[in-house]
């Protein structure tokens, strides 16, 4: 299958292309030329399936055109070495539960899913090594460090703001050693990202070394996430509750939702969508006026949600301008929105804690309070994506709920690491120099 760039300046590509160069030349997003889509039958076929035989249908959907059945099968199967269960909280709220991967956070998938990809890709061409430049404010490196280690041919620079990552955060990309180099960036994750688009652009490093990204744009980091939106189908609708499904999905850079959108016109059964937002509410404001007005982002405690211009909201413009007709009206009429204060998600996290012994991460309290919000109706089941696990923001967790929580085995062995870091100022020379002596 070929793939197109939203901007529409730069040729079709295919998979391999775009996955290697994470973005379009004209700087727009890839999107597949073709949604295959699922009849009814196999729709309600997949309650009887287990998770890797559901995602290996909707990975087929995808990638079956570019990958040999066998391997697509085996890299579906390396990516979910875990479950993604969905689990009842109360009433009809149900919490599709993402982070039981190796980072306990939902870009587990992605990331392992593109690292497994590219590493095909790699081997079948025989190629050099390629690099796979990466910038985080936290969760994003932690995924794409550990979905890529130890994959054969390919070097993972993580660049992250010193200081400004949580010690569990740090812990995750910075004790893998292998083929993870952790560089300590003395500025900010805005200096840290523009440091990656500038070895992008500079001639004398393209020419020195294969370079690509890993940052949620990447069709192979974001695709893989609608999987998790039919299984979460499946599950219900083995208990009859599926019927009248609504997915309500915390918000950052809208690349979950938008997989989730993805399953939507692949037919998975889905009435609507929320999308949750904290304080950075520029998606509610473009559902509240029709205009999209990026802004810088404002710091909050759901942290992996302050995106000021979210990447994605050109997939989905692109996705509904598709279909045809309206686009804002049709957007509006499939997805509302909410957002919320820090002493908000603090409440929602306090109120469900106390009242249904539930424990909600400040991601995860969006989106339960915007389900809740949203006035749902007796005969419609509503899931809200658990994107992390409360224990990677343990401090915040702690101070609001007065607890002490238990923090996972998985999480405790990355503790117990060695930091290796090494330090960098923002001026790009400094990198570059560096990365022209690799
Ligand atoms: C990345 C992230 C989000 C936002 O996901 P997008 O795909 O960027 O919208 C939400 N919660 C957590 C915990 C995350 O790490």
Known sequence: MNYYSTNKQAPLASLKEAVIKGLAGDKGLYMPEQINTFTPEEIEGMKEMSFHEIAYRVARAFFGEDVEP???????????SFDTPVVHVHDNIYSLELFHGPTLAFKDVGGRFMARLLGYFIEKEGKEEVNVLVATSGDTGSAVANGFLGVPGINVYVLYPTGKVSPIQECQF????????????????????????AAFMDADLNAHMNLTSANSINVARFLPQSFYYFYAYAQLAAQGKADELIFCVPSGNFGNITAGLFGYWMGLPVKRFIA????????????????????PSVATIANAMDVGDPSNFARILDLFSQKGGDTYGNIKE?????????????????????TYGY?????????????????????????????????????TV???????????EKLRAFMQGTKQS???SKEFGEFKTYLLSR
């Open 70 to 80: 066998d391997i697509l099968k085996k890299i579906v199967e390396d990516t979910l």
């Open 174 to 197: 910075t004790t893998l050693g292998q083929n993870i180099t952790a560089l300590e960036i003395d500025g900010t994750f805005d200096d840290c990202q523009a440091l990656v688009k």
């Open 276 to 295: 949750a937002n904290n304080r950075n509410d520029i998606f509610l404001e473009y559902l509240q006026t029709g205009q999209y007005n990026p802004r």
């Open 334 to 354: 499939l997805i509302s929105g909410y957002r919320y204060t820090d002493e908000q998600i603090a409440d929602t996290m306090r109120y469900v804690y106390t």
């Open 359 to 395: 424990l909600l991460d400040p991601h995860g309290a969006c989106g339960y309070q915007a389900l809740t919000d949203s006035g749902l109706a007796p005969e419609e089941t509503g899931v809200f994506l658990e994107t992390a696990h409360p224990a990677k923001f343990k401090d």
């Open 398 to 408: 702690d101070t609001i709920l007065d607890t002490d929580i238990t923090i996972p």
């Open 422 to 424: 090494f330090p960098l």
